[in-house]
């Protein structure tokens, strides 16, 4: 974040001048992914879709005909379009590329939903002598600078929310279930909100609420775009640094970082050593070497 099946769909990609690896797999084998991967040229992009926990996996109604695996691919998609011209910015992009996927339900499904379809944004792009990246919500972009310890970029926005906490229900009881709900309601609510967190869902605003920057060619060396499925074996079950967590997708690849965090979630199948709403989650990690 066992090889038992869970590492497949691959989706290797390269640019034209950062060397790029990336995997990308579902909660379990045949299962839709509800992360997304893609490149352009000199430009990366990973997305996460927001999804519920396993309690409530089939008994959401995000009054959308479509869904989230059609959802990250359109935006990905028309996120690489808008942003292959390094002359826009990268909030422009996204702006233009959520805008683009909103005119794509065609007035089929409700946008003003609080449950509709919304995704988490990585981007990174090479741009003449710079190296521009765009963190939307809670995935996350490590950058080796050449310091003693990497960077971290994300939007802790929304592990600022004061959820309802799961106390002691047991995974799978009724009172679980019940938390569950009234938790993935609460984070509806406060999508795209002032006091909330903001998300890419059918608002092109939330693009200027991510955070932004660069920095000089010369600084980077590494980098790694992860969605919180990926990261687990740092954030979640604190097996691993993340310097140690960039040390392993480059010397093994983004494969065994997501086969170890299969095998740490499977030596726990209740959750009940580290509480999660989702026992596996969808796991993408883009490794780039510069």
Known sequence: MQRRGFVHRRARVRLNIVKVTGVSTPTRPFKENEDWLGSGPDMVVVLD????????????????????PWYVKTLGTALLRSGADRATPL???LATAIADTASAHRGRCDLRHPATPASTVVVLRQNREAVEYLVLSD???????????????????????NLTPYG???PGSAEFVEI???RADELARARNRPDGFPIA????????RALTGHLGRGRVRRALLATDGATRLVELFGKMTWLG??????T???????????????????????????????????????
Request: one cysteine or more; proline letters at 5%.
């Open 49 to 68: 879709g927001c999804g519920v926990g396993d309690a409530l996996a089939a008994d959401v109604d995000r009054r959308c005909v479509h869904g989230l």
């Open 91 to 93: 909030p422009d992009a």
């Open 139 to 161: 995935s996350v972009l490590v950058v080796d600078d050449g310091g003693e310890e990497p960077m971290v970029l994300t939007d802790d926005r929304l592990n600022r929310l």
């Open 168 to 170: 002691e229900a047991a």
């Open 180 to 182: 569950s709900r009234r």
């Open 201 to 208: 869902a059918a608002d092109p605003k939330a693009a200027y």
């Open 245 to 250: 967590l960039l040390n392993l997708a480059e």
């Open 252 to 290: 093994r690849g983004p494969e065994e970082v997501i086969a170890r965090t299969r095998s740490v979630e499977e030596s726990d199948p209740d959750s009940s050593k580290w509480r999660r709403g989702k026992v596996h989650d969808d796991a993408t990690v883009a490794f780039c070497q510069f």
